[in-house]
C-alpha cells in the first residue's frame, strides 16, 4: 500500500489506521452501536424529520466508527508510517480506461447479483416496503441517501478501512478482499441484500486492491445504486424484485450470461495495473 501520497481533509483523519481483524470487529461494533442510536431517534423524531428522517439516520449511524476510527489514527500518528486510504494509481490501463471499465463491469454485476436473489425465498413483505421506501419516495431524499451517503460511507468503511487495513497488515488479498466484502454483506443486515452485496463487493475490493482508488469505487457504488433507484420507478418495475419478472425469460438468460462474461473479462483489465508499493 502506497506511504507517501498525502490525502486532504476529510481522509487524512484516517491514514495511520488501519485495523487487524480485531479492529474490524470492534468498527463492526460502533456500527451496530450508531444503527441503535439511528433507529431510536427515529423512533422519537422521525415524524418531525419527516421524508429526510432515513437520510439523517442513516448519516448517524456511521458516526460512531468515524470517531473511533479518528481517534484512533490521532493516537498512532507518532507512532505508525500513515498508509494512505485514496492513492489512486492507473498505469498503463489509464485513468478514462479504468473508470470505463468499472462502470460497465458494475452494470454487468448488477444483473448476475439480480440472477443470484432469485435463488433465496421471496422477500418478507415488511422488508419489500421498507426497501422500496429508499427508492419510490421523495427522490432527492433518495438520491442522496442511495446515491451520495452509501457510496460515500460505505466505501471508506468497507474498502478505505476493512480491505486497507487487512492488506496493510499483511492479509493475502485471496482472503482480504473476500473478508471486506463479507463486511459490506453483513452491514446490509439481511440476505436479500448481503448476497448481491458480496459479489459487487468482492468485485470492488479488486478494484481498490489493484489501483487504490477509493473515489473509483464510490462512483461504482454511486452508479450500482443509481440504476437501482432508476429502475424501480420504471414502469412495471416499481413492484418488480427481479429484473426476471419484467424481461422474456431467454433475453434475460441472455442478459445475465453476457454480464457475467463481462465481469470475468472486466476485471481480468484490472490486473494489468502495477500494484503500489
Excluded at 32 to 39: D, P, Q, T
Excluded at 158 to 168: D, K
Excluded at 175 to 183: E, M, N, R, T, Y
Aim: include cysteine; charged fraction near 10%.
Amino acid at each position: 500500500m502506497n506511504k507517501r501520497r498525502g490525502n486532504y481533509g476529510f481522509l487524512r483523519s484516517f491514514r495511520c489506521y488501519y485495523p487487524s481483524w480485531g479492529g474490524l470487529l470492534v468498527l463492526l461494533l460502533c456500527l451496530l452501536l450508531g444503527a441503535l442510536v439511528a433507529a431510536a431517534l427515529q423512533y422519537a423524531v422521525g415524524s418531525w424529520l419527516g421524508e429526510y428522517a432515513t437520510l439523517v439516520t442513516y448519516v448517524l449511524m456511521f458516526i460512531p466508527p468515524l470517531l473511533f476510527a479518528a481517534s484512533r489514527s490521532g493516537r498512532n500518528e507518532l507512532l505508525l508510517e500513515p498508509r494512505e486510504i485514496d492513492h489512486p494509481s492507473f498505469r498503463p490501463l489509464g485513468a478514462v480506461m479504468a473508470v470505463m471499465i468499472a462502470v460497465v463491469v458494475t452494470v454487468a454485476a448488477g444483473f448476475v447479483a439480480d440472477a443470484l436473489t432469485l435463488l433465496l425465498p421471496p422477500m418478507p413483505a415488511w422488508l419489500e416496503n421498507a426497501l422500496k421506501q429508499m427508492t419510490q419516495g421523495n427522490f432527492l431524499v433518495n438520491f442522496l441517501s442511495v446515491c451520495v451517503a452509501a457510496p460515500f460511507f460505505e466505501e471508506w468503511l468497507c474498502r478505505g478501512m476493512v480491505l486497507r487495513g487487512l492488506l496493510c497488515n499483511k492479509v493475502k488479498p485471496v482472503v482480504a478482499i473476500p473478508a471486506s466484502a463479507l463486511f459490506f454483506a453483513l452491514i446490509h443486515f439481511n440476505p436479500w441484500q448481503a448476497i448481491p452485496a458480496f459479489l459487487i463487493g468482492c468485485i470492488m475490493g479488486w478494484v481498490y486492491y489493484r489501483t487504490g482508488s477509493l473515489k473509483l469505487t464510490m462512483l461504482m457504488h454511486f452508479v450500482n445504486n443509481g440504476l437501482a433507484l432508476v429502475a424501480s420507478r420504471m414502469p412495471g418495475m416499481d413492484s418488480a424484485t427481479s429484473w426476471a419478472e419484467v424481461m422474456p425469460t431467454g433475453l434475460y438468460i441472455a442478459v445475465v450470461s453476457l454480464s457475467t462474461v463481462t465481469v470475468l473479462v472486466g476485471s481480468r483489465a484490472f490486473a494489468r495495473i502495477e500494484l503500489q508499493e
